[in-house]
């Protein structure tokens, strides 16, 4: 227990000087919101990947998840950490994030399988970045996407970027895990990159950052 709670401080300590060091760029080099936002989004999600080698319990990590959550909270309404909440668009993704991180490794702790954490979290930490700033970087043939004639705030290179790359990350995942490259890893790959990148099409104020690993569980609980 005491080498676990050692751990647990050098994630909260590592995690903190992160968002030091993105807060440093965003102010040094005058970088956008957006971008040290989905930078951090990026390097935190990834972090939390070995959490299932690391914790055997979901109650570190809901410890660790709302102390983040409170850290959020108090710097956005102090109009602190502007690196995170200097964007032109309201969002709750941030408060929603350590929500997501805890609420996938609950499950994949009590159905004691911790693919079922690492996928998702993979898939959130690398394609929800890669397909926003494609979309607000590239203009050119790069419109929004319209669905039953809504116009989504969402970009037809942003969304094909996370199709894409759900899939890649997905098939390359499921092969070690099943140690078996065959149809069913080809077509669960393809299944879970769809329903991602749905959910992440249809996310609304950062809500994606909780459906998107929630349809990947959803699907590997079903197919795999």
Excluded at 64 to 69: D, E, G, H, K
Excluded at 170 to 188: G, N, P
Aim: charged content about 15%; aromatic content about 14%; overall charge positive.
């Amino acid at each position: 227990m005491a080498n676990i709670g050692i751990l647990s401080f050098l994630y909260f300590t590592g995690i903190a000087l992160m968002l030091a060091f993105n807060e440093l760029i965003y102010r040094r080099l005058q970088a956008k919101g957006e971008i040290t936002r989905k930078f951090a989004h990026f390097t935190s999600t990834l972090a939390v990947v070995p959490f299932p080698y690391i914790f055997t319990s979901h109650w570190y990590v809901l410890i660790l998840a709302s102390i983040f959550f409170a850290f959020l909270f108090v710097t956005q309404y102090s109009k602190k950490l502007k690196s995170i909440h200097d964007i032109n668009r309201k969002s709750i993704g941030s408060y929603l994030l350590p929500l997501s991180i805890y609420l996938t490794f609950f499950i994949s702790v009590k159905l004691e399988n911790k693919f079922i954490f690492i996928l998702p979290m993979l898939i959130l930490g690398i394609c929800d970045p890669m397909a926003a700033i494609l979309g607000m970087n590239i203009k050119k043939h790069n419109g929004c996407i319209k669905l039953f004639g809504y116009k989504l705030n969402k970009t037809r290179l942003g969304t094909a970027a996370f199709l894409a790359t759900s899939f890649i990350i997905s098939l390359i995942a499921l092969y070690f895990h099943r140690e078996v490259f065959d149809l069913k890893t080809f077509l669960l790959a393809g299944s879970i990159a769809i329903v991602t990148a749905s959910a992440e099409l249809i996310g609304w104020r950062g809500s994606d950052n909780l459906s998107i690993p929630v349809s990947a569980v959803i699907v590997l609980v079903l197919f795999l």
